[in-house]
Structure formats: structure tokens, C-alpha cells
């Protein structure tokens, strides 16, 4: 039996080996390797343009590699597609909720699907809107929120069906600065305390460089640039951030 | 987890807003209530220069009213039970033929084809072919109905599922539904917004049409009615029943606007005017 953060194989959790897309003449992934450890939290950092959503395409199996192999918790998401149910959630850039629920309504959704009975998932909803600093909107509809407010119940309703991988497909570049760093401390401190695997795709260096603990940086098409581990960084130092932001930057431009 | 001010809810003073359209409502009322009086006059005015077989004057039209209501009040069931049976198979189908439709886009186009012949043709034509093909007045009467508003709904539904959000939909497939769970949380509660707005566009066409079919082919309901009461120059029953019908079809418009109201109060204009 898969159980949260284990897999078929029982070692990585994600794993991209030579993973290939092109579009006709057109590559968006190159040949692309990579691993993510069970627990770990790791960046996926790109230009516009440089195939991240391709990459979590793939992953979320709406997209099957032209050549390579793509495994989540050791399934083919696109030939596992049901084995994958309520393994894996993701969080958009934008919320994505369905406008004729309640906040409340929204995060039992997964739930629903997942055949959770009414009660149990009712309760389950309540303590995540609770968790996310949302137990007074539970009666609310999406209009009736923030955006900080819409992508908590979008966080909510990922997190809700305790999926042992989410992924972040730019899921805190549409909010404001001090939202955007408030939501992703706030990501930090659940992925420390529920234990999952978490996947971030995004194109903020900060952004990557304070949530994940491994930094992917790809060039275009898609391929590994270069690898960060965030913990052999210290960044109390002035000036320090900035010499890395620009190497990335460069790295990333090339 | 803490909350910063930078999250606080988009709406607030709902209080407000919904105090607003509240007034809003009052204003329309008055509106209304103006417009009557200013026809009531206006009929008055006429019947003092024309005799009473051509206008009556607006007591006799309000007696004539209360008659038609009393003494004929059947007449007034039969036409609201056909025409409330007629809608809800139209719904019914539409709801059905346009989800099949968007299903394929080869049967969408198709489909999509078919309906605007449907939209094309001439009410009166529908009628005669409704005479002539079926023996049964209520069958009649229904097909001519479903016939006339069954593409609106078909359109509505198929153009709502293609609009569809895609992101939507994209994120809600990251929880693997079946297409059963998809279209029963997803599909249908999307279109449900596009059939109650087609309703009110729909609902008081649909009325007119039962009446005129009941006109040309019935022996019962409303039209039949003022056929019979046409054919006795009885001009004020003619009024009466106009009244009854105008009255039939702002309760009508009434009851769907409460109904938009209460299946719709997700909607941001919906949220402010309950």
C-alpha cells in the first residue's frame, strides 16, 4: 500500500528522468532530470517561457512526456490516473474556485470527489479553513473574499485530502507583496508540520529561496541550469541575496 | 495561523448594498404603480369617446376582470398548467440536448445547426403543423410550446458549457473525478445560472405563445376564452383577460426574479440584492 510520502519504489517522491516534450519542432522540455526526496520542498525556478507548466503538466498528468519517464510516488500520472486519486493536489496562481460554493463548500470539494461521507468531510473542511486562519468565512462565497483570502481556500482545499505531494504552479505571484510573503511563511510552517512532499513552480527568486529547501534553476527550454541548497546559504549577510539574485538571474537568461 | 489586514473580505457594508437595491425595488414598484394608473387613465379617456363594444370604460373593465376570474377561473388553471408543463419539458430537454451537445463537437456543430432552422421558423407555421399532425389539443398546444422555446434552452446550455472556465474545470481534475462527480458538481450547477436566466427571458414569450396557440386550436384556457368572448362581442371580458394576463405575467417575472435570487445569491449582483 502507498502511503503518505512513500512510494512504489520506496525511494523519491518525484522523479523526472530524461523527461522530453516538444511541440513539433518546438522543445519545451529538454531532456530533464530531477528528484524530490519524501518531505522535501523543492523550487522549480524559470523564466516565462521555460516550460514550468509543462513540467507540472506532466506531473499532473494532463500532459504525457514525448520521451523519458515521469513518476509520482511511483506511478505514471498519466497511466496511473486513477491510483494517483487524492495522492496529489495543486494550488494555482490564480484560486480556481468554483464561484457557487462557499469557502467552506469549496475545500470539501476534493473530499466529495474522494467519496469522503458528508459529516466527515464537513468537519475536515472546517478545521483546514480554521488552519489557514479562515473559521470565520466559512459561509462566504469567492466574490465575497480577498485574493489572499481565495488562495488560502484554494491551499485549504488542496491540503484538505492529505495528499502526500502538492505541487505550486506560481500560487503566491498574483497577490500582493505582503500577502504573497505572509501566505508563503505560512506554507512553510504546514508543509513543516503535515510532513509532505511540495513542488513549487514559480519565476520569484525570493520566492523559491524562501520556501524551498532545494532550488531547481532551469534554462529554456526546460533543463537544469543549476541546483541550490538553500540550507548552505546564509543570507544574514548585506548585500549577499542580491550577488545570488543576480547569478540566478543571468543563469535563468541564458 | 495569524491573519494580517491585507486579507480582510473584498464586500463589506453588505448591509448597504442590499438596503439599496432594496430601494431599488420600491422605486420600480412606483414606477410600475404610475404606469398602470397613467393606462387605467388613458382607457378611461378613450371610453368617454368611443362606445362601450369598442372601449369600456375602467370600471366595467375591472368588473369584467373579477368575472373572468370567478366564473372562469379554470380557464386561467388550464393555461398555467400548460404552459408550467411545457416549460419545465423544454427545460428538461435543453438541458439534456445541450450538454449532449457539448459533449462533441461534431454533434455540438450539428446541433447547433439544426436549432437555428428551429429558431427560424415561423410560429404560425408551427401552429398549422401542430393542427394538422396531432389529434389531442393538450398535445397541441405543448409541442407548439416545447417547439418555440426548446431551442433557447438548448443554445443556452450548449453556449454556457463551452464557456466554461477551463482552469476551472482543470482544477478540479486534479482530484481524478469520474465525469458523473464532474458533471454533477461542475456541469450542472454551471448551467443551472444560464437555464434560470433563459427562464426569465423565455417564461413570458412561452406564456404569449400558449394563449395564441389556444387561440387557433384549443377549446380551453385563456385564449380560447377570449376567442369565444371575441366571437359574443364581449369586448370587456377581452379587457378582463388582458389584465388577468398582464397581472399573471408580473407575478410570473415575480416569482423568477426571487428564484434568480435565492439559486443565484452566489453571484456578486445577486449577493448584494438579497
Known sequence: MITKNSNASGDCVIELKDAHVSFGDVVAVDKLSFQVNPGERVAILGQTGAGKSTIMNMLVGALAATSGTVRVVGLDPVADWHALRGKIAVAFQDARLLPWRTAHANVEMGLQFLGVDRRKRRDIAAEWLERVGLGHALTRYPHQLSGGMRQRVSLARALSVDPGVVLLDEAFSALDEATSVQLRGDFVRLAQTEKFTALIVTHSIEEAFEIADRVIVLGRPAKVMATYDTAEYDFSEPGSFETLRKTVSEMMRA | ?274
Not at chain 2, 409541442?143 to 458549457?161: D, G, K, Q, R, T
Request: charged share 15%; hydrophobic share 55%.
Open chain 2, 1 to 274: 495561523m495569524t491573519q494580517a489586514s491585507v486579507d480582510m473580505p473584498a464586500v463589506t457594508g453588505k448591509g448597504k448594498t442590499a438596503s439599496g437595491a432594496g430601494r431599488k425595488r420600491v422605486r420600480k414598484t412606483l414606477l410600475l404603480t404610475a404606469a398602470s394608473a397613467l393606462f387605467l387613465l388613458l382607457l378611461q379617456i378613450a371610453s368617454m369617446q368611443t362606445p362601450d363594444y369598442i372601449v369600456p370604460d375602467v370600471p366595467t373593465v375591472l368588473k369584467a376582470t373579477w368575472e373572468v376570474l370567478t366564473e372562469q377561473g379554470s380557464d386561467l388553471l388550464v393555461t398555467l398548467g400548460r404552459f408550467a408543463l411545457a416549460i419545465l419539458a423544454s427545460i428538461v430537454l435543453g438541458w439534456i440536448l445541450g450538454l449532449a451537445m457539448a459533449s462533441q463537437k461534431v454533434v455540438g456543430e450539428f446541433g447547433e445547426a439544426v436549432t437555428r432552422i428551429l429558431l427560424a421558423t415561423p410560429s404560425l407555421s408551427v401552429i398549422l403543423f401542430a393542427v394538422l399532425w396531432f389529434e389531442s389539443i393538450e398535445t397541441r398546444v405543448f409541442v407548439v410550446v416545447c417547439f418555440m422555446a426548446l431551442p433557447f434552452y438548448i443554445v443556452a446550455v450548449y453556449e454556457s458549457v463551452k464557456t466554461i472556465d477551463r482552469d476551472l474545470v482543470e482544477a478540479m481534475r486534479q482530484f481524478r473525478p469520474t465525469r458523473r462527480q464532474l458533471f454533477a458538481h461542475v456541469l450542472f450547477p454551471h448551467t443551472t445560472a444560464t437555464v434560470i436566466m433563459t427562464t426569465k427571458s423565455v417564461a413570458s414569450f412561452s406564456l404569449r405563445i400558449v394563449v395564441f396557440s389556444e387561440v387557433l386550436v384549443a377549446t380551453s384556457g385563456i385564449g380560447s376564452s377570449m376567442l369565444k368572448a371575441q366571437s359574443a362581442f364581449k369586448v370587456d371580458l377581452i379587457f378582463g383577460w388582458t389584465v388577468v394576463l398582464i397581472v399573471v405575467n408580473f407575478l410570473l417575472m415575480a416569482g423568477l426574479d426571487l428564484l434568480e435570487r435565492r439559486l443565484l445569491r452566489w453571484r456578486p449582483e445577486n449577493a448584494v440584492a438579497s
